[in-house]
């Protein structure tokens, strides 16, 4: 069984820009949840889609958004690029929303 | 708001060796969920043992167990007969019960070194 996918695996982009980071859930898992892991912050929570619906925010400005397909796939959207955005960005999925299985994350690097 | 606590941000091991990472958390609820997550330097983080408030057996799974203290709020996790392949970041986590609060909050993190 494939596990949960990232696209792509390093991303660089310059301040001011947009980031798009996608993230393909194990099959038959409906909840997609995305992290940051930020140099000296740990995980935090940003995002959690279950159903096609936003059920939960994390403490992030809303520069970042994003969105879950009817195929359960989601993808995760920063917008105007700040320099501490840099960071490794984890998506996981679960069924039944008690464990979480995590994909192998996304590197942004803001220039 | 529930917080999670990892005190020691290294630790060593000699292979072969038992240790033991601890873990701290604070939570108002009674029914939640923790877990030990293990981040190899590929960065994919793993699941490696899942505790149930309510349950007061301690989890284990293979040479991974815990010790599971309800009362002080302590989830520590024992690593026995420890291999070079153990090292690795060592996350410590929570989850409420609450169905609307779905996401894991996490500690700082112990990394684990594991010396031949």
């Known amino acids: 069984e494939a596990g949960v996918t990232q696209s792509p695996t390093h991303l660089i982009k310059t301040r001011g820009q947009q980031a798009t980071l996608r993230c393909s859930p194990i099959s038959g898992h409906t909840s997609v949840y995305w992290y940051q892991q930020a140099l000296g912050l740990g995980l935090q929570f940003l995002l959690w889609?279950?159903?096609?619906?936003?059920?939960n925010r994390g403490n992030f400005p809303p520069r970042f958004s994003g969105r879950q397909f009817p195929n359960y796939s989601s993808e995760l959207n920063v917008n105007a690029l700040e320099l501490e955005d840099s960071a490794l960005y984890l998506c996981a999925s679960s069924l039944a929303q008690v464990e979480q299985f995590f994909g192998p994350g996304t590197r942004l690097t803001v220039l | 708001a529930q917080t999670v606590t990892q005190s020691q941000p290294e630790m060593s091991v000699q292979e072969a060796e038992t240790v033991t990472l601890s873990c701290t958390y604070d939570?108002?609820?009674?029914?939640?969920?923790l877990f030990w997550y293990k981040q190899p330097p590929s960065r994919q983080m793993i699941l490696v043992i899942r505790?149930?408030?309510?349950?007061?057996q301690n989890a284990t799974e293979n040479r991974f167990s815990v010790n599971f203290q309800k009362a002080a709020k302590s989830f520590s996790l024992k690593i026995s007969d420890s291999q070079l392949g153990d090292a690795a970041m060592y996350f410590c986590a929570y989850r409420s019960a609450l169905e609307s609060q779905g996401n894991l909050i996490f500690g700082k993190g112990t990394k684990l070194s594991v010396k031949p």
């Open positions: 939570t108002s609820e009674s029914d939640y969920y």
């Open positions: 505790q149930e408030a309510y349950k007061q």
């Open positions: 889609y279950d159903e096609g619906e936003e059920r």
